[in-house]
């Protein structure tokens, strides 16, 4: 089967790790003959890498890590140039199935056109609902000047569902929030595709996580709450500094936040001026050391702003899955994400907007049995997270 893969977020290779990678490889693992198409701040490329997978590299503005604006008008670019790349690297190539792992507003126009020349199934995995997450965050109103632009975002969301044959959500609650705001969409396009990757072991010997501890600072002798990802005003910066406020004369834990992004400077500041004992800030870790890092620390932290109406569901909780970590969710009420980790067995959850529950719930952490609920998180990862699944789930329409 001729299968094209289309990402707004570069992918270097199908071994290079996490979602949309581990998804390829999974492909490739059955012998599909697949192309997948990736941005990159270089120079257009296209070659095959060791799996077999071709990569079309498309030179194209940043798309991550970026203000909103700029990541529309990166990824209106994007998709402007895919089908001439398409059309050049894969000249005789007719899909069976094109598989859109981006968000809602990208690649409506390739979905439609390899729909209409080749009779492809389109299969739209749904990561992100803008613009009602900007909406939700302030960044866009829905009336006035903003609101035209609000209205000419809602129009592109409308045309890639429409464009999509299936829609794979990440979530039960996200499923449900689709179908509820968009009752022009058939039920039948919908399903549940969670974010998934290939599990890996990442445990470590006592030894080991010793030394990553003393090499990045942490204390030997306590519980290590980490937060690693993005920080930007989807996690709440200011929800999180009054938790950390809250826990200044806490001695058996201690906060280790690695991750960038349009607010860190505020936790920084913060940093700077408070100068917590027991919270650690880092813009930066080197790739080859975070799942180390991460096998190190006893806790994995999640945290969702709560004015979102969005039930967003964050892949950084399968870093922490693979980890072994339990998991403390911080989030608004519509995300399910905590009642996962709560239902599983593997977590806490708590409110994004009370600092009162986020105390009380640290106090359960320290009667917790975090040995138990490490192996829970290991369980549900290979249970409900893994590429093989997602793969299973997708090709499933194929049959």
């Known amino acids: 089967m001729n299968i094209l893969f289309l990402s707004v977020y570069e992918i270097k290779d199908s071994n290079s790790g996490y979602i949309y990678a581990d998804l390829i490889s999974e492909f490739a693992k059955h012998d599909h003959n697949i192309y997948a198409v990736t941005p990159t701040k270089s120079s257009t490329q296209f070659f095959?890498?060791?799996?077999?997978?071709?990569?079309?590299?498309?030179?194209?503005?940043?798309?991550?890590?970026?203000?909103?604006?700029?990541?529309?008008?990166?990824?209106?670019?994007?998709?402007?140039?895919?089908?001439?790349?398409?059309?050049?690297?894969?000249?005789?190539?007719?899909?069976?199935?094109?598989?859109?792992?981006?968000?809602?507003?990208?690649?409506?126009?390739?979905?439609?056109?390899?729909?209409?020349?080749?009779?492809?199934?389109?299969?739209?995995?749904?990561?992100?609902i803008f613009p009602q997450n900007a909406v939700d965050m302030k960044m866009i109103k829905t009336s006035g000047l903003s609101g035209i632009i609000y209205n000419h975002f809602k129009k592109k969301e409308k045309k890639v569902y429409k464009a999509a044959d299936y829609i794979g959500c990440m979530s039960k609650a996200n499923l449900n929030y689709v179908s509820a705001n968009n009752p022009d969409i058939d039920l039948k396009k919908l399903t549940i595709v969670p974010n998934s990757i290939i599990p890996q072991d990442t445990a470590i010997m006592r030894e080991e996580r010793d030394a990553m501890r003393a090499k990045y600072g942490l204390p030997l002798d306590k519980t290590i709450f980490v937060y690693g990802g993005n920080l930007g005003k989807p996690?709440?910066?200011?929800?999180?500094?009054?938790?950390?406020?809250?826990?200044?004369?806490?001695?058996?834990?201690?906060?280790?936040?690695?991750?960038d992004g349009t607010e860190y400077g505020k936790l920084e500041q913060f940093a700077e001026n408070v100068k917590p004992a027991n919270v650690k800030i880092m813009k930066r870790l080197p790739r080859e050391d975070f799942d180390s890092m991460l096998a190190s620390c006893d806790v994995g932290m999640i945290f969702l702003d709560h004015r979102f109406t969005v039930p967003n569901y964050p892949s950084r909780l399968l870093s922490y899955l693979q980890a072994g970590l339990p998991v403390f969710a911080c989030t608004d009420a519509n995300s399910d994400v905590g009642k996962d980790a709560v239902d599983n067995g593997f977590g806490w959850w708590c409110a994004s907007d009370s600092v009162d529950d986020f105390v009380s719930v640290m106090d359960k952490i320290k009667e917790s049995n975090l040995g138990g609920m490490s192996e829970n998180a290991k369980k549900f990862l290979c249970e409900k997270n893994s590429a093989e699944m997602g793969y299973n789930e997708i090709m499933a329409v194929m049959q």
């Open 48 to 128: 095959t890498d060791t799996n077999g997978v071709k990569i079309i590299k498309i030179k194209n503005g940043q798309i991550q890590k970026t203000g909103r604006v700029k990541k529309v008008i990166n990824l209106l670019t994007l998709e402007k140039n895919t089908v001439k790349a398409i059309k050049k690297f894969a000249k005789n190539v007719k899909f069976d199935l094109v598989i859109n792992m981006s968000s809602n507003l990208s690649y409506s126009k390739t979905m439609t056109y390899f729909k209409k020349r080749d009779n492809a199934v389109a299969y739209l995995l749904l990561k992100d």
């Open 235 to 259: 996690q709440g910066i200011p929800f999180i500094i009054e938790c950390l406020k809250s826990q200044k004369d806490n001695d058996d834990a201690f906060f280790f936040i690695v991750g």
